[in-house]
């Protein structure tokens, strides 16, 4: 067996392996250096210019396979997927999270209400990343219902799986790694403090990343300081990744859409093409408000996630600018050219 078969590795990746060069997987990309998995074990390595050759792919990051001639990575190999977020602060660089993955856990915690929005917005990415999302619900043992507390999500997140689990206890633990099968990779994604990096120690059987005490009000206080790809007993690969505190989206329609896919589908049944949904004649996401059949909360979280879908696109994208611009210049007109317009 093909010692890299357990790091994920595909075959046909080696079509795209420079002339004398060995493939290793990105382990944890550190200030000038990258820890690599290699078929000789774990290695450190300079990053070569040639990783940043397409600027559309943002440099190496955790899970990416590069090419290694020596101690020195001088190429980028395809990804199959990336989780993909928009860079925090003022900008609209692309930021990769996370490379090459098959699975993606959106975790949140089981100790307050569910967060349905930041869920929402986190399967938003997720789906668009080309790898299958599921919702992982932390800290089982202190919600004192978890029943209701995970049909919550299993309502909002349409066609994903939602497992609930005690990282403490071990409930559901096997459940979860059921989906990580030997060579599979998954990243788990989240806020601070939900208890990614107790599901890893947990899913490992020993402590690989650190943990503090969980505070009186039952969240904890996460340590994980950066993006690391760990190997766990059973051969599967899992990428514990800090904490964010924004997660922007990045030219994510298809995800957006994928989430709000029963909303998407009603607003196919307005009688208007270019409805806005707000208070127009014949609006079939109007009616579904009115009748109980949609949660407003869930509407408003569409529509935000949408103007910054759009925003996005608008930064990124000249063409979309120059349309948007035209689009503002016809409206004015039709405003102008009303026969009653106040003069």
């Known amino acids: 067996m093909n010692p890299l078969s357990s790091l994920g590795w595909r075959p046909e990746l080696a079509e795209h392996l420079l002339p004398g060069t060995v493939p290793a ?41 590069v090419a290694l001639r020596g101690e020195l990575a001088v190429a980028l190999l395809p990804r199959t997927s990336a989780f993909v977020r928009t860079g925090a602060g003022r900008t609209s660089t692309a930021q990769v999270v996370a490379a090459n993955l098959d699975v993606v856990l959106v975790v949140d915690a089981l100790t307050a209400d569910p967060r349905l929005r930041r869920v929402e917005r986190y399967l938003a990415v997720a789906w668009s990343s080309g790898a299958t999302p599921v919702v992982v619900l932390t800290k089982a043992d202190l919600c004192d219902d978890v029943a209701a507390g995970v049909e919550a999500v299993r309502e909002d997140a349409l066609g994903v799986e939602v497992l609930a689990v005690s990282s403490w206890t071990g409930e559901g633990l096997d459940a979860v790694g059921g989906l990580l099968g030997p060579g599979r990779t998954a990243a788990m994604v989240g806020p601070s403090g939900v208890g990614k990096s107790s599901l890893l120690n947990a899913l490992a059987g ?9 505070r009186g ?20 690969l899992l990428v514990d990744t800090p904490g964010m505190r924004e997660l922007a989206l990045h030219d994510d329609a298809a995800g957006v859409a994928a989430t709000y896919a029963d909303v998407a589908d009603l607003a196919q049944d307005c009688r208007f093409r270019d409805c806005g949904h707000g208070g127009e004649p014949g609006c079939a996401v109007a009616a579904a408000i009115d009748d109980g059949r949609l949660d407003p909360a869930r509407f408003l979280g569409w529509r935000k996630l949408q103007a910054e879908q759009h925003r996005q696109l608008l930064r990124v994208d000249a063409r979309a600018r120059a349309e948007e611009r035209a689009r503002l210049r016809a409206l004015h007109r039709s405003l102008r050219d009303q026969p009653y317009r106040t003069r």
Request: without cysteine; aromatic residues 2%.
């Open 25 to 65: 997987r990105v382990a944890r990309v550190d200030r000038g250096r990258l820890a690599v998995l290699a078929a000789d074990g774990e290695r450190r390595v300079h990053p070569g210019a040639g990783l940043h050759a397409d600027p559309a792919l943002g440099g190496p990051a955790v899970g990416d396979w």
């Open 206 to 214: 020993d402590a690989v990343a650190g943990t503090r005490e969980i």
């Open 217 to 236: 009000d039952g969240r904890g206080r996460h340590t994980t300081t950066a993006r690391e790809l760990h190997l766990l007993p059973g051969g599967a």
